[in-house]
């Protein structure tokens, strides 16, 4: 079967420096062999919901307050340590040069992020269109998590 350009599904993005196109698929692929099959699990780490302790328990019951701001404290470095590994993630698969400060180029921290949200949703709309056409077979351990990653503080 011969593909119009047109028909290609081919992801661009700007890596920092300049405009580039990847295979979909193939990224794809990286991307599950990079996360162990569990794209999401990173995700899900990334964006995860912390509480901080209340202040008010803390004359009331001090010994159990101190032991909340410890397991506040764990998850939000746990969380800011999977923003890293997503951000290594989205580099490596993109083939991104880390921001470089002294020449401005590079990809920082938030570009990371919008290539990779952009990708999720590519691949959303990707296998949206090709379950509606039913001609091709997209290889997924479900969707990809596109809602936006923040820094939790």
Not at 43 to 50: C, D, E, F, L
Not at 106 to 111: I, N, R
Not at 116 to 133: P, V
Not at 140 to 146: F, I, M
Request: glycine content about 4%.
């Amino acid at each position: 079967m011969n593909y119009a350009p047109e028909q290609r599904q081919i992801f661009k993005y700007f890596d920092g420096e300049k405009h580039m196109h990847c295979d979909p698929l193939a990224t794809y692929r990286d991307l599950l062999v990079m996360t162990r099959g569990k794209p999401n699990d990173l995700v899900r780490s990334a964006k995860m919901k912390i509480k901080q302790p209340d202040e008010a328990n803390k004359e009331k019951s001090p010994d159990i307050y101190a032991r909340m701001e410890q397991e506040y404290v764990e998850k939000l470095v746990q969380s800011h340590e999977a923003q890293k590994i997503l951000e290594d993630v989205t580099r490596r698969l993109f083939h991104m040069k880390p921001f470089d400060p002294s020449t401005g180029k590079g990809a920082d921290s938030a570009l990371c992020m919008a290539v990779w949200h952009d990708f999720a949703d590519f691949m959303t709309e990707l296998k949206k269109k090709q379950e509606t056409e039913q001609t091709a077979f997209i290889p997924t351990a479900g969707p990809l998590d596109t809602t936006p990653t923040t820094a939790n503080t």
